[in-house]
């Protein structure tokens, strides 16, 4: 443990303080955010991880030249990185560093604090390093020994600067510390831009191609972010360190004062796209194709199953253009083991008075249920088309019509806040890939490849042609297992 007594024993003995902060990253991290800040850096098993991942690229004890480290937001990582920059001077006083962020001021404001380490009289005592006089801006600053770091926001220029030495040993790294601000991962352009910069940029700074290193730092956004494109193309050149904020398994939290499990699950429940991604490190697939057609099951009809629960849920239309949507109507069943079934689906575009008749239709082909379980309710979306259906049935045809408000939903405050398709889509996604959601026989079969074919081409922007068949399964899916949804009278 650091305090009063070890500091003045460490400036007692320079020499013995540099041996022993040298070769321990951890007490480097110890000594000085104590001597900085007169505070004890809190320590989790899994920085200690990162701390153990990190020293053996420096000592070169790594199989992988570069390093990935995957982990949630505000668990410490960008302090843990400021100490790395500062500890590669007290290991070569002519260590080149590069650091890059996606803000300006998080750059700055790390260059500022790594200054101060190098300039505090503990670091100039222990290590005999002195800033270059004439070197001393804020983004760019030098060592008189040679050595120099240089810090710039994702897509600064970098001309003439480059990061490690041009020699075998140990001499600094280029640090990127999330490249890409979390709300900004719906941007394609954005996370091309930092992939781009990546290959086109930073990996040319290396003074020695073969072992000046590389360290990303970073929660995931996005399949296509930079660690995704790294993890699919360069994988052979990295070592990984992926830290789930919660693991599932066990309901074990991975900081458990910084972000309880309760609080985890509640966000998978509310953002599960957020969750899996930032909290995870297994981001949900944005960009292209948002649902992965593998995540369906698939089960067969001919076999019994019993069912707890069974309604139908419907997308329409009342438009028979080539270019306009098509009706869309679902009958589902819930297992009893949380299984939820595809029994049947009819679509095609009608005018008014054929889409009535066609929910009629439907109707009394599942009007009995499927095994005994009768249908709760014929579910329709409350606006447009589906308005004046649901008022002109409620009138005539004894059919329980439930009006569904798919664009509406309460926040944890209990307001009723608005949902696009992307994030409904969001919310659907845990179940389908957790394997809950099932189509009828095989991939090859009319019904199930035709939602297959819809998945697939689902866009995050919102630009596929047709979402008739995903509407009401996401629809579905809420009924099923949301907790305002039909599943909540059942549990």
Known sequence: ??????????????????????????QFIRFFHWYMYHQEFIFKPFHLM?????????????????LM????????????????CAWCYMLNPQSNCIYTSYSE????????????????????????????????????WATEQGGGFRAAPLGGALTGFGFGISGDSFGGVCLIDDPVKASNVKSQAELQNTVDYYLNTLKSRA???????????????????LAGYILDNEKEDWDLVKLPALDEDTGIALWEEKFSAKDLLKLKKLSPFVFYGQY?????????????????????????????LSFIAADTAQKKGEGNDFTVMQYWAKTYD????????????????ELKEQIKLFWQKWAGGINGCTPYGFYIEDKSSGIGVIQEIKKTDPIPVIPIERNRHKDEKGMWVSMDKFSRAMTAIPYIANGWVYLPFDEKYDISSSILAEAAAFKADLSHKHDDQIDPMNDAIDIAFGATGLSSIFI
């Open 338 to 353: 949380n299984k939820l079934h595809l029994i049947d689906m009819v679509r095609g575009k009608f005018d008014a008075m």
């Open 50 to 66: 990162i701390i153990r991942k990190v020293e053996d690229i420096a000592f070169g004890r790594n199989a992988k030249r570069n």
């Open 69 to 84: 480290i995957n982990i949630p937001p505000r668990f410490g990582k960008s302090a843990m990185m400021k100490y790395l």
């Open 207 to 225: 003074n020695n191609q073969a072992k000046s290193p590389i360290i990303c730092i970073m929660q995931r956004l996005a399949i296509e972010d």
């Open 105 to 140: 001021d998080l750059v700055s404001n790390f260059s500022k604090d790594i200054r101060e380490i190098i300039e505090s009289p503990a670091f100039k005592s222990f290590t005999g390093i002195k800033l270059n006089k004439a070197k001393t801006g804020a983004d760019y």
């Open 1 to 26: 443990m650091i305090n009063e007594e070890v500091i003045k024993q460490f400036e007692a003995n320079p020499g013995v303080a540099h041996q022993i902060l040298g070769s321990s990253f951890e």
């Open 280 to 308: 995870q490190q297994e981001p949900i697939v944005i960009g292209g194709s948002v649902y992965k057609t593998e995540w369906f099951k698939f089960y067969n009809p001919n076999e019994h199953f019993d069912y707890q």
